[in-house]
């Protein structure tokens, strides 16, 4: 079974700062790995997502994570933050099996200070 | 491509009554879609795996006569919250499915939220 944690809660950051949100994920098999951004009231926008290939990921909006095997790990990065970005950031981790499921972390509050 | 919507994307009802929510996929089709819950301030947890043609199965600890899901046609699947109550008061996400062979990727309608009064 997969699980992902994603250790911050909440991470306050100064605008055009740069941000790391950290995201672990557990798994016996192959996995696909992804970022969502939800916005207060609204539904899940994907940001970016790891299926196989280059394990630096660019997505939209300016993040860009980099899968770690070894680490067992899909941070997501933004080296400079927009008041705009503050929102509820989930990382999710699929594997190849026949579920298809999903599994996702608590998320990350980002709140951007001005 | 690859969008899914929802209806409605609100709904109030009174303590004991149904409602029914609509997920569609619009420009592609899905065997399998999936229901979520989300309360506030929470992440999404996973109710049910919606099946075209068969019944749908429940992750645990969810009511399946409480929540029935019908997946009649390869593009859309229904949540139907019976005797709804405040405690089922939530945010209700769908999603469905891209095939591809081993490829897995879900894509993600809008959202509805259910208050229950």
């Known amino acids: 079974a997969q699980s992902v944690t994603q250790l911050d809660s909440q991470v306050p950051v100064f605008e055009e700062a740069p941000v790391e949100l950290r995201c672990n994920y557990s798994s016996s098999v192959s996995v696909y790995l992804f970022w969502y951004v939800q916005y207060p009231n609204q539904g899940l926008q994907l940001l970016l997502k790891y299926l196989s290939g280059s394990t630096l990921v660019k997505g939209i909006n300016g993040f860009e994570a980099e899968f770690n095997k070894s680490q067992t790990s899909f941070h997501l990065r933004k080296p400079s933050v927009h008041i705009s970005d503050t929102a509820e950031y989930f990382c999710a981790v699929s594997d190849l099996s026949g579920t298809y499921k999903y599994i996702f972390g608590t998320g990350t509050r980002l709140k951007v200070l001005a | 491509g690859a969008v899914v919507s929802q209806h409605p994307s609100w709904v109030i009802c009174k303590s004991g009554t149904s409602v029914k929510i609509e997920c569609r996929s619009l420009?592609?089709?899905?065997?399998?879609m999936f229901w979520y819950r989300q309360f506030p301030k929470q992440s999404l947890m996973l109710m049910a795996t919606?099946?075209?043609?068969?019944?749908?199965?429940?992750e645990q600890g969810v009511e399946k006569d409480k929540f029935l899901i019908n997946h009649a046609s390869l593009t859309l699947s229904t949540l139907t919250v019976t005797s709804a109550h405040p405690e089922d008061s939530s945010f209700y996400i769908c999603s469905a499915r891209v095939e591809a062979g081993a490829y897995n990727e879900q894509f993600f309608g809008p959202g509805t939220r259910l208050t229950v009064l």
């Open positions: 919606s099946n075209e043609g068969s019944k749908a199965t429940y």
């Open positions: 420009d592609f089709q899905a065997t399998t």
